[in-house]
C-alpha cells in the first residue's frame, strides 16, 4: 500500500495537536460518539476484546457506555500521550486498580497485539491525522480475523459557513481539507480491509456568541493547512473575526449556526487474500512428462 500524506495537512502543526493534553470529551464527540454507538445494533459479532483508540478525545462517556455493551469483553484504551492516557486512567479504571499490575486489570492501557481484539473503536480521530493509511494499517494488525472497525470523522462539508467568512475577509483557509467518505472507503481496502460501509449525515451546531462559537472549535481541533495564517494576529485580527462572525452567521433565531458533515465508517477484517501453497518437488522426468501431457492436451 502507498503511503500518501494529505496534501492539505501540516505534518508539524498535526504532531502538535497530537501533544496537546485533554482533560475531557469535547460534546460534539460525545454525541458523535453516541449517534455511532447506535450502529452496533446491527452487528452480530459479541466481541471478546476490543480497543478504543484515544478515548479521551473521542468519548469517555461513551466509553463507560460500551464497558456495559460488552461486560464480558476485556478491553485496550489506546492513548499516545502520558498525560491523556493518566486522564483515562483516572476516569476508566477503578481506583483499586490503580498501582496493579495492568497486565491483570479488566482494561489495558496500551497498544493491543496483533490480532489481539474483534472491534476497534475510533471516535473523530482520522481527520486530524497526517498519516491515515498508517493508522489504518495499524488497526488492521490489531484485529482479529473477522473483527470489525468502527470509526467517525469529520468529512468536506464541515464549516462552510466559516470558510466562507474567512473567503469574505481575504484570509487564508481556517482548516484543512476533510477527506470524502467515498476515499475514505477505497483506503479501507487498500489497508486489507473488506467490505467496507460508509454513511454521513449533516449536524448544525448553534452559539449564543462568537465568542463560544470560537470556544468549541477550539475543543475540537486545530487547523492544520499548510497555508494558514503564518504568523502571530493581534487584536484588530480577532475583533475583525468575532464582528464578521456576528454578522455572517446568525441564523432565523438569532444563533450563530455551525454545520458539521459527519462520516460513519464500519469494515471487516477478512481472511488472508493470498495463501502460500506448500512447496511441490518434482523430477526432471515428471516435469518433461507434466510437458508432454499439456502438450498433448492443447493438440
Known amino acids: 500500500m502507498t503511503e500518501q500524506r494529505p496534501p492539505s495537512i501540516d505534518p508539524p502543526a498535526a504532531l502538535r495537536w497530537q501533544q496537546l493534553p485533554a482533560t475531557q470529551s469535547a460534546w460534539l464527540h460525545e454525541e458523535v460518539a453516541r449517534r455511532m454507538r447506535e450502529r452496533l445494533q446491527w452487528i452480530r459479532l459479541q466481541p471478546l476484546s476490543w480497543a478504543?483508540?484515544?478515548?479521551?478525545?473521542?468519548?469517555?462517556?461513551?466509553?463507560?457506555?460500551?464497558?456495559?455493551?460488552?461486560?464480558?469483553?476485556?478491553?485496550?484504551?489506546?492513548?499516545?500521550?502520558?498525560?491523556?492516557?493518566q486522564v483515562a486512567i483516572n476516569t476508566i479504571a477503578p481506583r483499586w486498580w490503580q498501582g496493579a499490575r495492568?497486565?491483570?486489570a479488566p482494561t489495558r492501557f496500551e497498544v493491543p497485539a496483533p490480532g489481539a481484539v474483534q472491534m476497534l473503536w475510533a471516535n473523530m480521530l482520522l481527520h486530524m491525522c497526517a498519516q491515515p493509511q498508517a493508522l489504518l494499517a495499524q488497526w488492521h494488525q490489531a484485529l482479529a480475523v473477522d473483527g470489525f472497525v468502527m470509526f467517525s470523522c469529520?468529512?468536506?462539508?464541515?464549516?462552510?459557513?466559516?470558510?466562507?467568512?474567512?473567503?469574505?475577509?481575504?484570509?487564508?483557509?481556517?482548516?484543512?481539507?476533510?477527506?470524502?467518505?467515498?476515499?475514505?472507503?477505497?483506503?479501507?481496502?487498500?489497508?486489507?480491509?473488506?467490505?467496507?460501509?460508509?454513511?454521513?449525515?449533516?449536524?448544525?451546531?448553534?452559539?449564543?456568541?462568537?465568542?463560544?462559537?470560537?470556544?468549541?472549535?477550539?475543543?475540537?481541533?486545530?487547523n492544520l493547512h499548510p497555508a494558514r495564517h503564518p504568523a502571530l494576529r493581534g487584536r484588530q485580527w480577532h475583533g475583525r473575526l468575532l464582528q464578521a462572525l456576528?454578522?455572517?452567521?446568525?441564523?432565523?433565531?438569532?444563533?450563530?449556526?455551525?454545520?458539521?458533515?459527519?462520516?460513519?465508517?464500519?469494515?471487516?477484517?477478512p481472511e488472508p487474500?493470498?495463501?502460500?501453497?506448500?512447496?511441490?518437488?518434482?523430477?526432471?522426468?515428471?516435469?518433461?512428462?507434466?510437458?508432454?501431457?499439456?502438450?498433448?492436451?492443447?493438440?
Do not use: C
Open 52 to 85: 478504543h483508540w484515544e478515548a479521551v478525545r473521542g468519548g469517555l462517556a461513551t466509553h463507560r457506555e460500551l464497558v456495559q455493551r460488552y461486560p464480558k469483553a476485556a478491553s485496550f484504551v489506546v492513548e499516545p500521550v502520558a498525560q491523556r492516557e
Open 102 to 104: 495492568w497486565l491483570d
Open 154 to 222: 469529520l468529512g468536506p462539508d464541515t464549516l462552510t459557513e466559516l470558510r466562507a467568512v474567512y473567503q469574505s475577509l481575504g484570509w487564508p483557509a481556517p482548516m484543512h481539507e476533510f477527506t470524502d467518505m467515498h476515499d475514505w472507503g477505497d483506503m479501507l481496502v487498500q489497508a486489507g480491509f473488506a467490505e467496507p460501509v460508509m454513511d454521513m449525515e449533516r449536524i448544525t451546531l448553534s452559539f449564543a456568541d462568537p465568542l463560544r462559537l470560537l470556544q468549541e472549535l477550539r475543543e475540537l481541533g486545530r
Open 246 to 269: 456576528d454578522a455572517q452567521l446568525r441564523g432565523p433565531d438569532g444563533q450563530l449556526e455551525l454545520t458539521f458533515e459527519v462520516i460513519y465508517g464500519h469494515a471487516v477484517k
Open 273 to 299: 487474500r493470498h495463501t502460500v501453497r506448500a512447496q511441490t518437488v518434482l523430477s526432471l522426468e515428471q516435469m518433461r512428462a507434466s510437458l508432454n501431457q499439456r502438450k498433448t492436451y492443447r493438440g
